[in-house]
């Protein structure tokens, strides 16, 4: 298994253009997450999707596009994207009981 | 909302003990986990514990739950220089997880 895999991973933007990046989980989780990660702020919910079909809004769903094409992919898009959307964003699926989130190695995201 | 509170910097000597605290604000979430992420990496589980248990014990690491005064531990016994990382508590809330700002713990030799 390869577990969550995201694509790309480094990118660099300029204002205003866009990008989709892509995550996939090889797992059969139901549940997929993508977080932003800043220097200070720990990991911040953008956007989740608890089953195929269904997505929902984080804490910071504003400038982003979700899409739940299937089971094992959930991409994020970024229409425009902007300076402060400089980050790592980081993809998670889930499974069990326990709810364990199963995070992909991440995105790591300039927007000059 | 939930809240979920972490001292941001640690440091320690190899060998010593280290001692990770959280606090959180909402109970209800039945598991608590402890997230470990290396220089460059994504978030790897270390732990969780269930939320009517009040300590959890896993070869080096033990994990002690205060429900009355909502506090949240990791020690890490023995440390040593590959410990070095940031470490998150998490709770759930609602349908996705609440992470602390993560605690940065460094191991000097």
């Known amino acids: 298994n390869a577990g969550v895999t995201q694509t790309p991973k480094f990118q660099v933007l300029k204002t205003g253009q866009s990008m989709t990046l892509q995550c996939a989980q090889d797992m059969n989780h139901n549940s997929m997450y993508w977080y932003r990660q800043d220097p200070g702020m720990g990991l911040r919910l953008i956007y989740y999707s608890a089953s195929e079909g269904t997505t929902d809004k984080g804490e910071v769903p504003n400038g982003y596009n979700v899409s739940r094409l299937n089971k094992r992919e959930f991409s994020l898009r970024l229409e425009s994207a902007a300076p402060s959307q400089t980050s790592v964003y980081f993809c998670a699926s889930t499974i069990g009981q326990q709810e364990t989130q199963y995070f992909g190695p991440g995105t790591r995201l300039l927007v000059l | 909302g939930e809240d979920v509170e972490q001292s941001l910097f640690l440091s320690v000597r190899e060998g010593d003990s280290s001692v990770i605290n959280c606090t959180y604000t909402?109970?209800?979430?039945?598991?608590l986990y402890w997230y470990k992420q290396e220089p460059g990496a994504g978030l790897q589980l270390l732990t969780y514990?269930?939320?009517?248990?009040d300590m959890k014990q896993d070869q080096r690491l033990t994990v002690l739950l205060n429900k009355k005064d909502k506090h949240l531990s990791l020690r890490i016994a023995d440390t040593q220089t590959g410990d070095s990382a940031i470490y998150f508590c998490?709770?759930?809330?609602?349908?996705?997880?609440?992470f602390g700002k993560g605690t940065t713990l460094s191991v000097s030799s």
């Open positions: 909402d109970s209800s979430s039945t598991y």
């Open positions: 998490a709770l759930k809330g609602g349908t996705a997880l609440i």
């Open positions: 514990i269930f939320s009517n248990m």
